[in-house]
């Protein structure tokens, strides 16, 4: 993934280096390294793979495996199909997900502030959008009125 953002300490950097291949087809050829596989594919060998959900898929189908899986992938299809936001907010908040969060799909730069505060640590900007501007998507807003997995409080309780 050549336009992949993380977050590390809090601070949005561009990784160069990412050994994750995203396999979108079951059938399709599975390339050396680590794999971040559909969930029912997945599910059949999920030994040292990472697991990609679509917005139909059940977050808590995977929660036995929590101890082992190292990445979870949330597609987001299309700019309008904001699905991924609830599964990730639910795996950070109810299920207790704390490993690498990473927002696949139709990813561009003014979801990236809010996929963060969603839960989001890793960002795989759509190929054809320039990943040094989506970066300035993740300094987005200041304050934020609402909680978030960053912020549980809502404003009026930080005063």
């Known amino acids: 993934m050549n336009n992949l953002l993380r977050l590390h300490a809090g ?9 994750w291949t995203l396999v979108r087809e079951p059938a ?10 559909p969930l029912e594919s997945w599910l059949q060998d999920p030994q040292r ?4 959900l679509g917005p139909d898929d059940e977050v808590e189908r995977i929660k036995t495996w929590f101890d082992t899986l190292p990445l979870i ?7 309008r199909d904001g699905r991924a936001y609830s599964q990730a907010y639910l795996l950070r ?29 890793s960002f795989a ?12 998507g993740l300094a987005g807003m200041s ?16 005063r």
């Open 73 to 79: 992938a949330l597609d987001f299809p299309s700019f």
């Open 125 to 136: 900007v759509r190929e054809d959008k320039s990943a040094e501007d989506a970066l300035k």
């Open 28 to 37: 399709e050829a599975r390339p050396a390294g680590p794999l971040i596989l």
């Open 143 to 158: 304050v934020l009125y609402g909680r978030s997995v960053i912020e549980p409080r809502p404003l009026f309780r930080r």
């Open 49 to 52: 793979q990472g697991v990609w």
């Open 93 to 121: 908040t109810r299920l207790g997900w704390t490993g690498e969060l990473r927002a696949i799909g139709d990813v561009l730069r003014d979801q990236l502030s809010h996929m963060r505060q969603c839960g989001f640590d």
């Open 11 to 19: 601070e949005a950097r561009r990784v160069s280096d990412d050994p």
